[in-house]
């Protein structure tokens, strides 16, 4: 019996009996007869022979090897579900594992068989990817940068460490790919290149070229080298390039040279003379109009980038120049870019393609810093890393994923498999050490992230009581101290108009007094005095023109007893002239009113600022009428009025609107009190006792002859409150007692700061992988984080990462009738495992779920943000047990990838298989299976390492003779 994903591929194969052998049956007809024939027969018929044939393919139809080996594709598929355990199902006669193991070998050898005959599909022609053209336009002008931002590039290494025989223990990485770093300024790059159903973006069958992207890249030529970072600072290959030939060269055949070596390198592989003559041609022209070299030969470089010779990869039509095809394979699969001058010199001499010459190439090449390019992407795109980027856990459960927006947690977490992956490649170790390996590297975070409960120390907040006690008994005392200050003060400061007064009673005033009367009288003859401000508002209105307009007392006549509603006039001595004073309240107006006393009859200016607009009466006479909009400063208006002799009411209307909201007002005038200036205007001898007492206590406020007792309690009130604020600085330097609730404020913010400068830190040390439970791909926060849901774990999706990634043998998509699973994990007090239980009861869920399910319940001590868990948010305890492929059951997480490490084949076969692609750029085969399987047989005496991996890809036919 077959798996439903088998079938599901061949389900066009309606008619198996028709097929016409590769081979005569005759050659291969004992095996099938005796060995293949009788295992469908017990274990397959059944469901693909029946009344009902399940996938639409009938074994029982294939009675002869010819029809048999006419569907290599079908054989492949049978030898990975009898190899892989899936077949035959669980509640089938099984197969005895020696049987398994006989008939196994028995079909690779009739796939061999099968694809013998076979020409072995080439690698199709394709365009390069973003990364691969960066970089081919990085190398190619020898560029300090790169030409475009790279989001794709999930790592920038900030230490340097490929070529060390070890990677260092401290590391310093980070990544930029939600902000990736400027290239060159201008340049107008093509979209992010669709990845293949894997995950790689260097796949022939995505990299197609519509005619929009073909403009795109015609606009990307033209824009690097019309960057204004494109020059002679920035291009390494300036000098022999773009600079003008020395005065007196032939610069014709100099240009020429030029060209043709810039081709070379452009086209990846000889030029023909024709070809160069062309842009030769084209460079002379641009100069005879004008233009100077550095640009003729701009545009010669922005030719080359915009022809299909250097965006696309091509067969050679040549048989000759395989070599260069052979160069550019290489390149593109370690370096990511074209090939440089040694290889193309070694394409040309037809030396590449010794073994000798060709093992020293690619041991030069991994020994390059440029192989960190493909660290850069293979990788990344192998684990399919750039899905943490899209992980979303619930913010009110998980709150430190994304407490920084700009350095979520996906950043630091992606880094720890690729460092490891780094490890690997660099010390050349096996690739299991992947799955389970003996140390990673981890940030600051990362360590808290997995061994700590990421919530900040809990304060005692009887103890902080208990603290707290001497602390206020300390602050009583210094208050007490306070407050006997603080009484003193007062007390001498109440005193103060007393002890001057004692004093002015022994003294006599009346010269002073006499003399400075005198004066002002003079000063009032030609002069006019202002009283204090009387203030009234403010008076709300609808807006700015209502409040302008609209009287809200008798604006002519006014009465400084009446009330209105429940606003009266009140003093405002405090606002002082030549000052700008704020009011208050929108859309509403203020009254201001004060007396001008004029000792003549006589014009004066108004310097008059506001906002927003004002009315001005004088004498019940409205002067201005100013509607405007508009902030306060001094001086806005000068408004001149007419006094008559004596008083002169004065009333200020200021209306506002929104916003800022006072007034402004100055002019030339003695500021007296208005009961000191009517004594003044009147004649000694007619003033009343009220009179002459108003001046005697104003002359008291000032007289020089009580200076000397005025400084006397100065000095003394100075004394007192140096002594109070000493009592006060006294109090403030002791420590004030903590409330329990704030100290915890400050410790989480405190945790929380601390958290996201971790997020920001960029260096990660290499640590032992003390606890099992983690290290290694699968169990990094990483992986775990990106295959779930936004509040609860996807076993599923884990189930099928690990399927695809790990074992290379990705499940078909569900079927359109396959019933969600609720998200709701409380539902019902069931745990995700019961809850599949019933998921599973679906026929069409079953085969699949039976293959994903241990997988993805083996990670479910793992949430959803690769944290661990013994329990669910129900209470419910979780069951990672399960059994793999069949044979080795596990309890738990570490027990699982013990069984993967004893797979270490499997592994290593899957692995070869994704490399193989990666390097081919293409789907594999089932011809290409045979060449992954004789790859692994190779490096299984070195335990399957890396680097070793990476070289027998290299020495594979598949890959020496992909075109």
């Known amino acids: 019996m077959v798996s439903r994903r088998l079938f599901m591929l061949l389900s066009a194969t309606v008619s198996i009996g028709l097929a016409k052998p590769t081979l005569s049956a005759a050659q291969a007809a004992d095996p099938f007869a005796q060995q293949l024939k009788p295992l469908f027969a017990r274990h397959c018929v059944k469901c693909h022979g029946g009344e009902k044939v399940k996938g639409k393919v009938n074994l029982k139809q294939i009675t002869s090897a010819g029809q048999f080996l006419a569907q290599p594709d079908l054989i492949k598929e049978i030898i990975e579900v009898l190899d892989t355990g899936d077949m035959p199902p669980e509640d089938e006669l099984s197969l005895p594992p020696a049987d398994r193991v006989a008939s196994v070998a028995t079909l690779k050898a009739q796939l061999r068989t099968a694809t013998a005959g076979q020409v072995a599909r080439s690698n199709p022609v394709r365009r390069l990817n973003r990364f691969q053209y960066n970089n081919a336009v990085r190398d190619l002008f020898q560029l300090n940068r790169d030409v475009f931002a790279l989001p794709e590039k999930l790592m920038t290494r900030e230490t340097l460490y490929l070529n060390a025989p070890k990677m260092p223990d401290h590391v310093n990485v980070r990544s930029h790919t939600l902000n990736p770093l400027s290239g060159l300024r201008e340049v107008k790059a093509f979209p992010k290149d669709l990845r293949a159903s894997h995950g790689f973006d260097n796949q022939a069958s995505q990299l197609s070229l519509s005619p929009l992207l073909f403009d795109a890249f015609l606009k990307l030529s033209v824009s690097i080298v019309e960057s ?474 000032f007289a020089t002859e009580l200076n000397p007792i005025r400084r006397e309690t100065a000095v003394q009130r100075e004394t007192l409150a140096k002594a109070l604020n000493q009592a006060k600085d006294a109090l403030n330097k002791l420590p004030k007692p903590r409330a329990p609730g704030q100290v915890q404020k400050e410790m989480n913010r405190r945790y929380d700061d601390e958290m996201r400068n971790k997020l920001r830190a960029n260096e990660f040390v290499r640590l032992p992988a003390s606890n099992p439970r983690y290290g290694g791909m699968i169990t990094s926060a990483a992986i775990l984080s990106m295959n779930n849901g936004t509040h609860r774990t996807h076993p599923i999706a884990r189930g099928a990462w690990f399927i695809e990634v790990i074992f290379n043998d990705p499940p078909p998509p569900p079927p359109n009738d396959a019933p969600p699973l609720s998200e709701d994990v409380t539902v019902e007090n069931l745990t995700i495992r019961e809850k599949f239980a019933k998921h599973r009861e679906n026929p069409d869920c079953a085969g699949c779920h039976s293959r994903l399910d241990p997988l993805g319940f083996a990670l479910e001590n793992f949430d959803i943000t690769g944290r661990w868990r013994d329990k669910y948010p129900n209470g419910r305890e979780v069951d990672a047990t399960g059994t793999l492929l069949h044979k080795y059951h596990f309890d738990d997480i570490v027990a699982f990838k013990d069984a993967i490490v004893k797979e270490d084949r499997r592994f290593a076969r899957a692995f070869t298989s994704h490399l193989l692609r990666y390097a081919l750029s293409r789907e594999l085969t089932a011809a290409d299976s045979l060449t992954v399987d004789e790859i692994v047989d190779r490096v299984a005496e070195q335990q399957f390492r890396l680097k070793s991996l990476v070289a027998e890809v290299i020495r594979s036919d598949r890959f020496l003779h992909a075109n």
């Open 228 to 701: 204004p970072d494109f020059n002679e600072q920035t291009v390494g290959i300036w000098d022999t390039f773009f600079k003008p030939p020395k005065e007196g060269a032939a610069v014709l055949a100099e240009t020429r040279l030029r060209i043709a070596a810039f081709l070379r390198h452009a086209f990846r592989g000889p030029v023909e003379p024709s070809t160069v003559d062309r842009y030769t041609d084209y460079a002379m022209a641009k100069l005879k109009q004008e233009l100077s070299y550095p640009d003729a030969m701009k545009k010669v470089a922005s030719a080359a980038l915009s022809s299909p010779m250097f965006f696309y990869r091509y067969h050679a039509a040549d048989p000759g120049q395989r070599g260069y095809e052979l160069a550019s394979n290489l390149s593109f699969f370690l370096w990511v870019s074209g090939p440089d001058t040694e290889l193309l010199d070694l394409a040309h001499s037809g030396k590449l393609m010794e073994s000798a010459v060709l093992e020293k190439t690619f041991l030069r090449m991994l020994a390059d810093p440029k192989v960190e390019r493909f660290l850069d992407t293979f990788p990344a795109q192998w684990m399919q890393l750039e899905n943490i980027l899209a992980a979303t856990p619930d913010p009110k459960q998980h709150r430190f994923f994304s407490l920084d927006k700009q350095h979520p947690a996906s950043l630091q977490m992606l880094i720890e498999p690729l460092l490891l992956f780094d490890a690997v490649f660099v010390e050349n170790r096996p690739i299991t050490e992947l799955i389970q390996p003996a140390f990673g590297y981890r940030s600051d975070f990362l360590t808290d992230w997995y061994t700590s409960d990421l919530k900040p120390v809990k304060v005692d907040a009887n103890k902080i009581m208990e603290d707290n006690k001497p602390i206020e008994a300390k602050r009583r005392a210094a208050e007490s101290v306070i407050k006997v200050a603080q009484t003193k003060l007062d007390d001498y400061e109440k005193s103060i108009p007393s002890i001057i007064g004692k004093t002015a009673d022994g003294i006599d005033l009346s010269p002073g007094q006499a003399q400075w009367e005198t004066d002002q009288q003079k000063a009032l003859v030609n002069s006019a005095a202002l009283s204090p401000w009387q203030r009234l508002g403010p008076f709300g209105a609808g807006n700015l023109k209502e409040a302008h307009e609209r009287g809200f007392i008798n604006e002519t006549n006014v009465d400084l007893e009446e009330f209105h509603g429940k606003l009266k006039w009140e003093s405002a001595e405090n606002y002082e002239d030549g000052k700008v004073h704020q009011l208050s309240g929108a859309n509403s107006a203020t009254y201001l009113h004060r007396i001008i006393n004029s000792g003549v009859e006589q014009d004066l200016e108004l310097s008059i600022g506001s906002d927003d607009s004002f009315k001005l009466w004088l004498n019940g006479r409205l002067v201005t009428d100013r509607y405007i909009t508009r902030g306060v400063a001094p001086d806005q208006d000068k408004v001149k009025v007419h006094l008559a002799r004596g008083d002169n009411p004065l009333l200020l209307k200021i209306s506002n609107g929104g916003g800022g909201y006072g007034f402004y007002f100055k002019t030339q005038a003695i500021p007296l009190p208005t009961g000191v200036i009517g004594a003044l205007r009147m004649e000694p001898a007619k003033r009343s006792h009220e009179q002459e007492s108003a001046l005697a206590r104003y002359y008291r406020t």
